[in-house]
C-alpha cells in the first residue's frame, strides 16, 4: 500500500506544533499501526532526520501507553482496540492518514504525540486504593464471598487501562469514564467499603483541580474507550458521589 | 570473593521461620531516618515500594514509563501459584515446592524456594483484601485453574489479565503511599549507574527522559526490581521497553549476573509474520488446558495445507499427530514450557510446520468445545446429539474463559479461532538468569538488593507457568521487607548520604561519557539496525538448541558487532531533550554486552537443563540430558570485556528433594 501520512510535529511543550506530511510506500497490511510507524522512524533517522515521538510498551493493548488520533479518532478506526493493536488492514491503497496526539488541557503534550498523563496518576493518589496494610497479614481470601456477577462487573471496570482515550474524545475533555471505573471496581467489593465516602469525593475533587471537564452525557467515551468500559459505571459513580454528599 | 548464599542453618521448614525471629529489626522512629531506592515498579519493586513506604522508610522509586501502572508485569495473562489447596486436590507448601524445584530442573535454590511456596498464600490474602478482582465460581469463592508442569489446579487468575490486576493492585497499594507523601515517584526516568561508596550501594545516577537531564539520587540501601533482559533476542514477548541496564550496571559495580544463559522460551506464542515485526505476542499457557496441540501426520497434508488447498478442520483425526499426548502421556499437553516448545521445533524442523514459514503448529479447541457443549447440554436438559447446539454451548464456555485472548489472535492474525485452530510457535518470554542474590536477596555489592525477575533466585533452569508474579510479589510484599532491616539496622546513625562526593562525581561523569559518545556518534546506521542483528545471532545460535561451535561463532559475532555498533551508529537529536533514540542505544550497547556473556555462559554449562538445551547433551529420546557435575549457579564477575568474565560457582544441595530425572511420560 502507498500512504500519505499527516503526522502532528511539536518539539516540545514550548513549540506551536505543525502537521508535516510523510509519504509512505509499500506498507504491508499485516503490519500493526506502531510497526508501520517504526518504518517511517528508520527511513527518517537514515535521512538524518527525527523519528516520530509516541508512547508505546507492550504493543499488545494492555498497558494503556499507546495514545494517538487517528483520522480523527482515538486509537483509530476499529473499534475495541488500543491504537497498537490496529493493523494496517484497516486502511486502503492511497489513504491520507491523520496522526495527532491526545487533545486535553490536562494532558499537555510532551512531544509531537506523547502527552503528559499524570493527572491521571494524582487522581489515584488521591483515593484510587483500599486502605489496607501491606503485611500479608490479612484473613483468609475465601473468607468472603462474593456473588460472582457483582465479581464479574468489579473486574469489567478494573479493566481500564488508563489510556486517556476518553478523555481526548469527550468534547469537554471529562475523565469521568476513568475515574469511574475505579470507583465501580472497589464500590462493588466488600472490601471496597472501608473507605468508599472518601474514595469518590478525594477522586472527584482531584479530577476537577486537575482542569478536566464536566460529563454532559454524550457518550463518545464509551465509544472510543479500547477496553469497552461503559457508561453504567458513570452512572454508579454518581450516585456514590450523592450518597457521600448526603452522608457528608 | 566467596559467594555466600547466607542460607540459615536448620529444617528446611523452619529456616525462614527462625531467620525472621532472629534477623535484626529497625524501631520505627528510626526508619524515618532512613532512605531506599527501589528501581522498577513492576510487580516487585511497585509491591516492595508500597511496603517499605508502610513500614515508614522513606521510598523514592524510579520506572521509565510515564506511569508505574503500565510495567511489563501488566501484560501477564495466565496467573499466579498458590498453595492454598482450595480445590482439596492435594495440594501443599511441599507439593508446590517441589513441583518448583523440579520443574526448575533441580537448578534453583531449595530454601529460596521452600520460602517462596510457604509465602504463596498470604500473596493471595493480601491481593484479595486490595481489591484485587479474581475470578470466582457460582458459589462466589475463589476460581482455580491448572498450568504446565502441574498436576493441581492452584493457579489463581483474572481472566487472561492477571498481571494487569495485580499490578494495579500494587499499584493502589503505591497510590496510597504516594498520597501519603511516603513514597516520591520518579516517573519517565531511567537509572543508568549504581553509586558505591565504601563497598556500600549509596544511590543511582537517572536520567529524565523527558528533560534529558542528569540526576543523582542517594539512598542507604538501593533495590533493583527492573525486570528481564529477553530483548537482547530483539523479537520476544516482552514490552518495548524492557532491558537489562540497570542489571548491567549494577553487574559492572560489582553484582555478579548469574545463569545468564537460562532463557524460557515459552511454547505458545503468535509465529512470526514478516521482517518488519518489533514484537512477538504471548497466548496464556492456559489455552493448553483445554487446547490440544497437533501438526499432520503426512508431508502431503502439511504441504497441501501451505499452499491453502487444504484447511486444517478438514484433516481427519487419524491424520493428525498429537505429539505432545503422544510423546508424554501423562501430561500431554501441559508438559512444561521448556519440554513443549523443543517437541514444536523438533516437528517444524522436521518439516511439519503448518504455516508459510514452516514455522507454527496448531493448537486447536474443537474438541474442547464439544466436551464443554456436551456437558452444558446436559446440565440445561438439551440436545446432546445437536452438534451445531453442542459447539456452540462450548464456545460460550471457552468464550468465558478465554474470551479475551481469542479475540487478541484475531485482531493479530486475522482469522477466527473459533473456527479455524490457532497457530502457534515458541518466542522468547523470560529470563531465568539474573543478578545473582543471596538469601536475603542481596547482592555481592552490600546494599544492593535485587528481586524479581531481575533476580536469578528461584526458578533454575526452567520456570513453571504462574511462578513469575508469584516470586515478584512475594518478593516485594513479604521477603526484602524483612531481610532489608537486617542491613539497615546498621544504618539509623548514619543519617542522609551525601551526593556531592567524588563517587557521585564518578558515576555522574561516567554516565554523560557515555551518552556524549552516542550523540556525537555520527554513524550511519540507527540503533534498530544493530538490534534486529543481535537478535538475530541471539535466536540462531544461543536460542532453544545450542551447541559448541555455534556459541563459539557467536561469542565472536557479538564482540564484532558491538565494535560496529560503537563506530557505526547514529542518533539523531540531543542529549537534553526527549530522545527515545538515544535511551534505546544506552539500552542496545549492555544488550551487546551481555549477549556475549550469555553465549560464554551457554558454552561453560556442557548439559541440558530446563531453558538451556545443548544438543551435544541428549538423550538418546531427544530429552534433555542433566550432568551431576553441573549442579551450580553460574556468577559471573566483571573483568572489563564480556570475555574477560570471571566464573564462580554456587554448588547447588539437595538435602530434602531427591534429584531424579525429568519424566512427563
Ligand atoms: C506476555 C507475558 C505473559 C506473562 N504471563 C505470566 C503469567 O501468567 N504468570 C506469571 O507468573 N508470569 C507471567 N509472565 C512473567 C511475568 O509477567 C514477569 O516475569 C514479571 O511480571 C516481572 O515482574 P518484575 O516486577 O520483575 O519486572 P517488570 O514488570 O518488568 O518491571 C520492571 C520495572 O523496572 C523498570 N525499569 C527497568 N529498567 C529500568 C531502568 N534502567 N531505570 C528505571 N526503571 C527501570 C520499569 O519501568 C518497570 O517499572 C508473563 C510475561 C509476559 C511477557
Ligand atoms: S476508561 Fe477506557 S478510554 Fe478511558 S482510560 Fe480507561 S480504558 Fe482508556
Ligand atoms: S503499547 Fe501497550 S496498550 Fe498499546
Given at each position: 500500500m502507498n500512504l500519505t501520512l499527516k503526522i502532528w510535529r511539536q518539539k516540545d511543550a514550548n513549540d506551536k506544533g505543525k502537521i508535516v506530511d510523510y509519504p509512505m510506500s509499500d506498507v504491508s497490511p499485516d503490519m500493526s499501526f506502531l510497526e508501520m510507524l517504526d518504518v517511517l522512524n528508520q527511513e527518517l533517522i537514515d535521512k538524518g532526520e527525527e523519528p516520530v515521538a509516541f508512547d508505546h510498551d507492550c504493543r499488545e493493548g494492555i498497558c494503556g501507553s499507546c495514545s494517538m488520533f487517528v483520522n480523527g479518532r482515538a486509537h483509530g478506526p476499529d473499534t475495541m482496540v488500543t491504537v497498537c493493536q490496529l493493523h494496517m488492514r484497516s486502511f486502503k491503497d492511497g489513504d491520507t492518514i491523520y496522526i495527532e496526539p491526545w487533545r486535553a488541557t490536562a494532558f499537555p503534550v510532551i512531544k509531537d504525540l506523547i502527552v503528559d498523563r499524570s493527572s491521571f496518576d494524582r487522581i489515584q493518589h488521591a483515593g484510587g486504593f483500599i486502605s489496607v496494610n501491606t503485611s500479608g497479614n490479612t484473613q483468609d481470601a475465601n473468607s468472603i464471598p462474593i456473588e460472582k456477577e457483582n465479581a464479574d462487573k468489579s473486574f469489567d471496570a478494573a479493566t481500564c487501562i488508563g489510556c486517556g482515550a476518553c478523555v481526548a474524545s469527550c468534547k469537554n475533555s471529562s475523565a469521568m469514564l476513568f475515574v469511574s471505573a475505579k470507583v465501580s471496581q472497589f464500590a462493588l467489593l466488600p472490601q471496597g467499603q472501608v473507605e468508599a465516602t472518601d474514595r469518590v469525593l478525594n477522586m472527584v475533587k482531584q479530577m476537577d483541580e486537575e482542569g478536566f471537564g464536566n460529563c454532559t452525557n454524550t457518550g463518545a467515551c464509551e465509544v472510543e474507550c479500547p477496553k469497552g468500559i461503559s457508561l453504567e459505571n458513570i452512572a454508579r459513580m454518581n450516585r456514590e458521589y450523592l450518597a457521600a454528599t448526603l452522608k457528608g | 570473593m566467596a559467594l555466600d548464599s547466607k542460607i540459615p542453618k536448620g529444617p528446611l521448614e523452619d529456616k525462614w521461620t527462625n531467620h525472621k525471629n532472629e534477623i535484626n529489626l529497625v524501631n520505627p522512629a528510626n526508619k524515618r531516618l532512613i532512605d531506599v531506592i527501589v528501581v522498577g515498579t513492576g510487580l516487585a519493586g511497585g509491591s516492595a515500594a508500597a511496603t517499605l513506604a508502610e513500614l515508614g522508610y522513606n521510598v523514592k522509586a524510579f520506572c521509565f514509563q510515564d506511569s508505574p501502572r503500565r510495567a511489563h508485569s501488566i501484560a501477564a495473562q495466565g496467573g499466579i501459584n498458590a498453595a492454598k489447596n482450595y480445590q482439596g486436590d492435594g495440594d501443599s507448601t511441599y507439593r508446590l515446592f517441589y513441583d518448583t524445584v523440579k520443574g526448575g530442573d533441580y537448578r534453583s535454590r531449595e530454601a529460596n524456594v521452600h520460602r517462596l511456596a510457604e509465602v504463596s498464600t498470604n500473596i493471595i490474602d493480601q491481593c484479595v483484601a486490595q481489591g484485587v478482582p479474581f475470578a470466582r465460581d457460582y458459589g462466589g469463592l475463589l476460581d482455580n485453574r491448572s498450568f504446565g508442569g502441574?498436576?493441581?489446579?492452584r493457579t489463581f487468575y483474572a481472566k487472561g489479565q492477571t498481571g494487569q490486576q495485580l499490578l494495579l493492585g500494587a499499584y493502589s497499594a503505591m497510590n496510597r503511599q504516594i498520597g501519603r507523601g511516603k513514597i516520591k515517584m520518579f516517573t519517565r526516568h531511567e537509572m543508568l549507574d549504581v553509586v558505591v561508596v565504601d563497598g556500600k550501594a549509596r544511590g543511582i545516577i537517572a536520567r529524565n527522559l523527558v528533560t534529558g537531564e542528569i540526576e543523582r539520587h542517594s539512598a542507604h540501601a538501593v533495590v533493583l526490581g527492573t525486570g528481564g533482559y529477553g530483548n537482547a533476542f530483539y523479537l520476544s514477548t516482552y514490552a518495548m521497553g524492557s532491558n537489562v541496564t540497570a542489571a548491567w550496571k549494577a553487574h559492572k559495580r560489582g553484582a555478579y549476573f548469574a545463569n545468564p544463559c537460562y532463557t524460557q522460551i515459552h511454547p505458545t506464542c503468535i509465529p512470526v509474520s514478516g521482517d518488519h515485526q518489533s514484537k512477538l505476542t504471548l497466548m496464556s499457557e492456559s489455552l493448553r488446558n483445554d487446547g490440544r496441540i497437533w501438526v499432520p501426520k503426512h508431508k502431503k497434508d502439511v504441504e497441501a495445507i501451505r499452499d491453502g488447498s487444504l484447511k486444517p478442520t478438514d484433516l481427519a483425526e487419524e491424520d493428525r499427530d498429537y505429539y505432545l499426548e503422544r510423546r508424554y502421556p501423562a501430561f500431554g499437553n501441559l508438559v512444561p514450557r521448556d519440554v513443549a516448545s523443543r517437541a514444536a521445533k523438533e516437528r517444524c524442523d522436521a518439516g511439519y510446520g503448518v504455516n508459510k514459514t514452516g514455522e507454527a503448529v496448531y493448537l486447536d479447541f474443537a474438541s474442547a468445545f464439544m466436551r464443554y457443549g456436551k456437558e452444558q447440554a446436559h446440565v440445561k436438559g438439551l440436545d446432546e446429539n445437536d452438534e451445531a447446539l453442542v459447539k456452540k454451548l462450548g464456545q460460550e464456555i471457552v468464550k468465558n474463559k478465554y474470551g479475551n485472548l481469542f479475540q487478541m489472535y484475531e485482531k493479530i492474525v486475522d482469522q477466527n479461532p473459533y473456527e479455524t485452530p490457532m497457530m502457534i510457535y515458541p518466542a522468547v518470554h523470560y529470563t531465568m538468569g539474573g543478578i545473582w542474590v543471596d538469601y536475603n536477596l542481596?547482592?555481592?555489592?552490600?546494599g544492593l538488593y535485587c528481586i524479581g525477575e531481575a533476580n536469578f533466585s528461584d526458578h533454575g533452569a526452567n520456570r513453571l507457568g504462574a511462578s513469575a508474579l508469584m516470586q515478584g510479589l512475594a518478593d516485594g510484599y513479604f521477603v526484602l521487607p524483612y531481610t532489608i532491616g537486617d542491613y539497615l539496622a546498621h544504618d539509623i546513625r548514619t543519617g542522609p548520604i551525601p551526593t556531592e562526593t567524588k563517587e557521585f562525581d564518578d558515576a555522574e561523569k561516567s554516565v554523560t561519557e557515555t551518552l556524549d559518545k552516542l550523540i556525537n556518534n555520527n554513524g550511519t546506521h540507527s540503533v534498530d539496525h544493530f538490534h534486529k542483528r543481535l537478535g538475530k545471532i541471539m535466536w540462531n545460535k544461543c536460542g532453544m538448541a545450542r551447541n559448541a561451535k555455534d556459541l563459539k561463532e557467536a561469542i565472536t559475532e557479538i564482540a564484532e558487532l558491538r565494535a560496529e555498533f560503537w563506530k557505526g551508529v547514529k542518533i539523531p537529536g540531543r542529549a537534553d531533550e526527549y530522545n527515545e533514540e538515544l535511551a534505546k542505544a544506552g539500552r542496545v550497547a549492555d544488550f551487546l554486552e551481555l549477549g556475549e556473556l550469555f553465549a560464554k555462559d551457554a558454552l561453560v554449562r556442557e548439559e541440558s537443563a530446563g531453558g538451556h538445551f545443548r544438543e551435544e547433551y541428549q538423550t538418546p529420546e531427544g530429552e534433555a540430558m542433566r550432568r551431576k557435575e553441573f549442579q551450580f549457579v553460574s556468577a559471573w564477575e566483571y573483568k572489563g570485556e564480556p570475555k574477560d568474565a570471571v566464573l564462580h560457582k554456587e554448588d547447588l544441595v539437595y538435602e530434602n528433594i531427591e534429584v531424579k530425572e525429568r519424566s512427563y511420560k
Open positions: - | 502441574v498436576l493441581v489446579s542481596m547482592t555481592t555489592v552490600p
